[in-house]
């Protein structure tokens, strides 16, 4: 890149900065340095998404809790739960009121955020995972809405807008104050500066962390993200039959031996793309190794498969976006990776 | 070099003598294999208590004096067989891991620098710890565009091209994750220095002053605040005091001589010296000013210090003076009796290391380390102290002291303060146990 060479550099102030002792930024500041453009009021607008607690920011429009239910049961619940519990390591987004000052705090919109314009700020820019910007300022306000009335905030009538978003009273508006920090102060000691005496010594349970490049097989539990998901799904079986719970024993994933050559080269694509939402089954995703999810979708034959992975399908569970987001990789690769999770799944 | 606690089998050492002895020729290939096998064999009679060590086992002897090695009897590629230069295939171990279960999946996490491998100040491009929170875009830069707008006088749109015709500036930094550490509030888990001190790095970067960008859009008088965007799928947003924009915020393009790698911002990223790494938005693509902070995810449900009493601390940005211990540490046992370096980083984010000092006794007494090599603002400093271990057990640990006279505090001291539930900044003294075998484990002291 760069390579092209614009021969008519502009000068200006720059010729000004050899000649004496005053700094760049002052010379710049007397005289524009006159790099770059003016930009439009089209190109700011296409890109000025932020949302401030006042509501600076906010476009015109509403959505409701009712509007909300619907679109957070598709976009949402996969990762955060159908209550906003969330999923796995995925954020809870409800409850957890009055525990902030207990042992194990959960934080969530309701008991932490201190403004509601965050909320919308944050699906807007970021939301869902796998489809940023995907979502109208509509639907923004709907789920914002629905987020709010999981956490008892508002009720299941309430239409949420521009006009009142700002007036949202979040309950731990009050619950944040400015870095107070240095906010402790070692003395500089040199001698007896501890009790070696009533020193205690409190070692690594073990076995928590993978470090089997350096201690010859002592990883720790979980070395890769799917053995961490099916160890803690394992615990999570075990803990329900200990409960009395029925629990259903999950079909094992890969069996390498019966893959095709370009299922084994789907492989380390499906790791690297496709494991965040095809692995857990977020998102309406089928999950690998879910046979029911996959005897219908492989029914359609390859070529459909592959072409919904390449060009994006609205199903009706969820969406997969074109190359599930990752637009970088080859048609081949994506192609590649359908056949690795449909022949692991059969 | 890398370091394997225990040995490996006979089976992976016959494996290791048959790859590194390919391309011999073939009387030299079975002498090497027999001598080999015949070492690899005895160690596994000896067991690992005798008197071999696995990496002197796995030595081929034709290759050291007096015999000329193998290397020197052939010839190696030539010019640009790899056009972009790669680290030795023996040290392939030099790499950046991560702890799977700190995060749902892959495309929103974190990975760590090996600290234990890493020699000087500079972290080498490749092995700069990761994070991301919706994966590594890949960015044209000709298609990439810097907005600055809002409480501005010029609001302005700059190409990549543009920002490199400014006067440039390189600048020695480190950058730090706030959550560094943040594992160990409650007690040990980590096993490694890599995972407990990992989310470090320090890099030279080099770009355009932001105070010079902000001057060319001329900032109006209420302009308080300005909002740092990114143009990745997250468009990671931050709130940043203007004073701190005016003062040593940097523009970046480049890093350690190079365009930005794609994980650090390619092609253009915020590099505020000090502070949180959050803050130093990465795929930098706006700058709005505003007369108040914008108060985003990033600011209010993470990146905000929860104290004891339910409070909690918001923008905390400054990465407090720190430091800890690289040789030895778990990954780096002390292997032979005698000499040592006791060897380690220190770095404070609100300015120049002044003072490191060792204990042996877990903060019973101190003794002065030597800064070594490069002293500068808000980059990370190299410490040593020579000493002699002859296998007395060690409480060993390192403590800064930064030019605000700041010393670095214990981890007692910051539970006192702050509980345990604030996950960002534990700048605390690290303590590593070492056993009278020469091995390191990491521990807390109460």
């Known amino acids: 890149m760069f390579k092209s060479v614009k021969p008519t550099l502009k000068t200006v102030a720059l010729t000004s900065l050899v000649t004496g002792s005053v700094s760049f930024s002052a010379v710049l500041h007397a005289e524009s340095a006159g790099i770059g453009r003016t930009v439009t009021a089209e190109e700011i607008a296409g890109w000025d998404i932020d949302v401030r607690p006042d509501g600076l920011g906010l476009p015109v429009g509403e959505g409701s809790v009712l509007d909300g239910e619907a679109l957070y049961e598709a976009k949402c619940a996969a990762c955060h739960g159908l209550f906003g519990e969330g999923e796995g390591r995925w954020p809870v987004l409800a409850g957890g009121k009055g525990t902030l000052a207990q042992e194990r705090p959960t934080k969530t919109v309701g008991s932490y955020w201190p403004y509601a314009s965050t909320l919308y700020d944050y699906i807007y820019r970021a939301m869902p995972f796998t489809a940023p910007r995907s979502l109208s300022a509509e639907e923004t306000y709907a789920i914002s809405a629905y987020v709010l009335y999981l956490n008892d905030l508002v009720d299941e009538e309430f239409v949420l807008s521009n006009e009142n978003l700002a007036s949202i009273e979040m309950p731990n508006k009050g619950g944040f104050f400015v870095d107070p920090r240095p906010d402790v102060n070692n003395p500089l000691c040199m001698e007896n500066c501890a009790d070696a005496s009533t020193m205690k010594i409190q070692g690594s349970i073990g076995g928590v962390t993978p470090i089997s490049h350096f201690v010859e097989g002592a990883d720790g539990p979980a070395a890769s993200h799917e053995a961490q998901h099916e160890l803690e799904s394992e615990m999570e079986k075990e803990r329900l039959k200990e409960l009395g719970v029925e629990v259903e024993e999950a079909v094992s994933a890969s069996k390498p031996a019966e893959l095709s050559a370009a299922a084994i080269a789907g492989k380390a694509v499906y790791e690297q793309a496709c494991a965040a939402c095809h692995g857990m089954g977020i998102a309406g995703a089928p999950k690998v190794g879910d046979k029911a999810a996959w005897t219908a979708r492989n029914a359609q034959g390859m070529e459909t498969l592959v072409s919904h992975a390449i060009n994006g399908y609205q199903g009706n569970d969820g969406v997969m976006p074109a190359k599930g987001g990752r637009t970088d990789l080859s048609d081949e690769a994506v192609s590649n990776a359908v056949a690795f999770m449909a022949e692991s799944s059969r | ?446």
């Open chain 2, 1 to 446: 070099m890398g370091k394997i606690i225990k040995g490996p089998t006979t089976r992976e050492l016959m494996q290791q003598l048959a790859t590194e002895s390919e391309g011999m020729g073939v009387n030299d290939r079975r002498e090497f294999l027999r001598k080999g096998i015949a070492s690899a064999s005895g160690l596994a009679a000896l067991g690992m208590a005798g008197s071999l060590s696995a990496n002197e086992a796995m030595l081929n002897p034709t290759n050291l004096p007096p015999n000329e090695p193998s290397w020197g009897r052939m010839l190696g590629h030539g010019v640009v067989e790899y056009p972009y230069g790669q680290p030795s295939k023996f040290e392939s171990h030099v790499v950046r891991r991560t702890v799977p279960w700190l995060t749902a999946e892959s495309i929103s996490s974190i990975s760590m620098t090996p600290l234990q491998d890493l020699k000087g100040i500079i972290t080498p491009n490749g092995l700069v710890f990761e994070r991301y929170h919706a994966g590594v875009p890949q960015i044209n830069p000709q298609e990439h565009r810097l907005i600055i707008h809002g409480m501005v006088e010029r609001p302005l749109i700059f190409t990549m091209e543009d920002l490199m015709r400014f006067p440039s500036v390189s600048q020695i930094k480190f950058l730090e994750c706030p959550a560094n550490g943040g594992m160990e509030w409650r007690g040990t888990q980590m096993e490694a220095l890599q995972f407990t001190h990992g989310m470090l790095s320090c890099c030279e970067w080099t770009g355009v002053p932001l105070r010079v960008l902000l001057e060319e859009a001329g900032v109006k008088p209420e302009g308080k605040w300005i909002l740092a965007e990114g143009a990745d799928g997250a468009h990671m947003s931050r709130s940043i005091p203007i004073e701190k924009a005016l003062d040593d915020v940097i523009v970046v393009y480049a890093q350690n001589g190079e365009m930005l790698r794609p994980e650090q911002g390619y092609p253009l990223r915020l590099v505020n010296p000090g502070w949180e790494g959050n803050t130093s938005i990465k795929w930098l693509r706006r700058l709005e000013v505003g007369d108040q902070p914008w108060y985003h995810r990033e600011e209010t449900s993470k990146y905000t210090d929860l104290m004891a009493d339910g409070r909690a601390r918001k923008f905390t940005f400054v990465q407090e003076c720190n430091s800890v211990i690289t040789s030895p540490c778990p990954e780096n046992p002390i292997t032979s009796s005698g000499l040592i370096e006791i060897e380690g980083i220190a770095w404070s984010g609100r300015g120049t290391i002044k003072r490191v000092d060792i204990s042996f006794d877990g903060g019973v007494s101190w003794t002065p380390a030597n800064l070594k090599g490069l002293v500068l603002e808000k980059a990370l400093t190299r410490f040593s102290l020579v000493t002699k271990w002859d296998g007395q057990p060690w409480l060993l640990q390192a403590r800064a002291v930064d030019d605000t006279g700041y010393v670095q505090p214990t981890l007692k001291q910051l539970r006192e303060a702050r509980g345990v539930e604030s996950i960002y900044h534990k700048n605390a003294i690290h303590t590593w146990q070492v056993l009278n075998t020469g091995e390191v484990k990491n521990v807390q002291i109460s």
